[in-house]
């Protein structure tokens, strides 16, 4: 990347400041992704979020396989509340690092939060990936479990027609992680079960 490109930029983020564009012209010469991250966290310290939000973009641009960045960009749309931008975030997060099970779980909520019962097809695309997260750990992800009720009860209860009916195996695999997850709230924090029950997700494993 053309050193002069970066500081060109950087002079549009902060024309009134020689000092920091000295710093910055520096700081990108050791380390130039570290130099426009910075660039990032300045603008969000000052709770600019629109700016920060347009410097991260430029960044992934250029350094377009960096999960973190993709991570940081995702919670900056959620503070903008623009959901699905932030959803696009946490699924290239997910190509990067698919090994990465928080990045399936934070994609898995996404999409969950997308649906609505005209697009119910992503609460089943949640269920994909709450269901490899629950391969990868055996079954012990209480979050995977909880989010993967939660869809398959929003398809049940808000699908019309065949939309709405599980299949053999979405109803095996709710029934299953309904115990399971009654089970851990009684082992793990009882006090808790009560309000689990009155969420109504258990029944979508009956």
């Given amino acids: ?60 641009d250029v350094f377009c396989t960096d999960a973190e960045a993709w ?9 903008l509340s623009m959901q699905k931008q932030a959803s696009f975030c946490y699924e290239e997060c997910v190509l990067i ?12 909520d996404s999409l969950y939060s997308l649906s609505t019962p005209s697009t119910l097809h992503l609460a089943r695309q949640a269920v994909g990936y709450y269901s490899v997260v629950l391969d990868l750990t055996n079954g012990s992800s209480v979050h ?6 939660c869809c398959l009860d929003a398809i049940r209860s808000q699908g019309r027609g065949s939309s709405s009916r599980l299949t053999e195996d979405e109803q095996k695999l709710a029934a299953k992680c309904a115990r399971e997850l009654e089970a851990d709230y009684q082992e793990k924090c009882p006090a808790l079960l009560a309000h689990l029950r009155a969420t109504g997700i258990l029944s979508s494993g009956t």
């Fill in 1 to 60: 990347i053309p050193v002069s490109y970066v500081f060109f930029r950087q002079q549009q983020h902060e024309p009134s400041a020689p000092v920091l564009t000295s710093f910055f012209f520096l700081f990108f010469l050791v380390s130039p992704q570290g130099a426009w991250k910075r660039l990032c966290c300045v603008a969000k310290g000052r709770g600019d979020e629109e700016k920060a939000v347009k410097t991260l973009k430029e960044y992934l």
């Fill in 71 to 79: 991570e940081e960009l995702a919670s900056l749309y959620l503070s």
């Fill in 97 to 108: 690092q698919p090994q990465n099970l928080s990045y399936h779980l934070k994609y898995a």
């Fill in 144 to 149: 995977a479990k909880y989010g993967l009720l």
